[in-house]
């Protein structure tokens, strides 16, 4: 099994910074690429950015500019900075990691973002 523990989330104003961590721990085989989802109230989860074990970072549009991911292989970790952040960055926050083979796909128990003034 693999277990996801990400810390990082808090209130910030518009404009401002912050960092969020995922480490992971567990049967670390295979591993294709750990990212991040977020899910707004009422709204389905999306890709905020993902990450392969060779550097390779894939972003969505809405933070392209703004937020960088990184990963850490020998910690096992991975880091999403997100700055000039906006209202509509509020979301809970999910690290994800997957794993070729056998194929799965590991979640965090998520951590709240919110942007407001």
């Known amino acids: 099994q693999v277990q996801l523990v990400e810390s990082g989330g808090g209130l910030v104003q518009p404009g401002e910074s912050l960092r969020l961590s995922c480490a992971a721990s567990g049967r670390l085989f295979n591993i294709r690429s750990m990212g991040w989802y977020r899910q707004a109230p009422e709204k389905e989860r999306e890709l905020v950015a993902s990450i392969t074990t060779g550097g390779n970072g894939n972003y969505a549009d809405s933070v392209k500019g703004r937020f960088t991911i990184s990963r850490d292989n020998a910690k096992n970790t991975v880091y999403l900075q997100m700055n000039s952040l906006k209202p509509e960055d509020t979301a809970v926050y999910f690290c994800?990691?997957?794993?070729?083979?056998?194929?799965?796909?590991?979640w965090g128990q998520g951590t709240q973002v919110t942007v407001s003034s």
């Open positions: 994800n990691l997957v794993v070729l083979f056998p194929p799965a796909t590991y």
